[in-house]
């Protein structure tokens, strides 16, 4: 099946935009399961095309929306996958349309997905891994790099960059 999405995904691309929200959380869930190697690199295969074929800055407001989702419980490994995911869209979606909301809904994903990021960074729980404070860090860290003043205009707890930094470097 997934040899069968790749080619739908590289050949239909411009027509599934649609629901690239979908897409990439049910192969962010699909990560967050126990897999053999084998499946476990086609969904890697997967989401490198869905990196290469979709506007990033829709796929940024995918990952926003799947983080900022109330209806998801993701396990910490799926989380991790999501955000490393949204580091690596950092390095190449446009600074400004990362953050744009041109979707008709009035919610503001990012906002939501970056407080939760935040609370990720600091939790103690026991459900909280290490891993998952750690990414959370460092895709706080890479969307503050990709544009700090609407990473500090969402998040007005941390309105300076030395307490956005301290969550950054705890």
């Not at 997967?46 to 940024?60: A, E, K, R």
């Not at 989702?69 to 396990?75: C, K, L, M, S």
Request: aromatic residues 8%; positive net charge.
């Amino acid at each position: 099946f997934l040899d069968t999405l790749n080619e739908l995904i590289l050949s239909h691309s411009m027509d599934l935009c649609f629901c690239l929200h979908l897409l990439l959380t049910r192969l962010f869930n699909k990560l967050g399961t126990d897999l053999l190697n084998s499946v476990h690199s086609k969904i890697i295969k997967t989401l490198d095309n869905v990196f290469d074929v979709f506007p990033h800055d829709l796929q940024i407001q995918s990952v926003f929306r799947f983080l900022a989702d109330p209806t998801q419980t993701p396990n910490n490994r799926v989380k991790v996958a999501a955000l490393n995911y949204m580091i690596k869209l950092t390095s190449v979606v446009d600074p400004t349309a990362a953050f744009s909301s041109n979707n008709n809904s009035n919610k503001d994903y990012a906002t939501m997905a970056l407080t939760k990021m935040i609370s990720w960074t600091t939790a103690d729980s026991i459900k909280s891994s290490a891993e998952l404070r750690k990414v959370s860090q460092e895709a706080v860290q890479a969307l503050s790099d990709l544009n700090t003043s609407q990473v500090t205009r969402r998040c007005p707890k941390y309105k300076n960059s030395e307490s956005l930094s301290s969550v950054n470097n705890s």
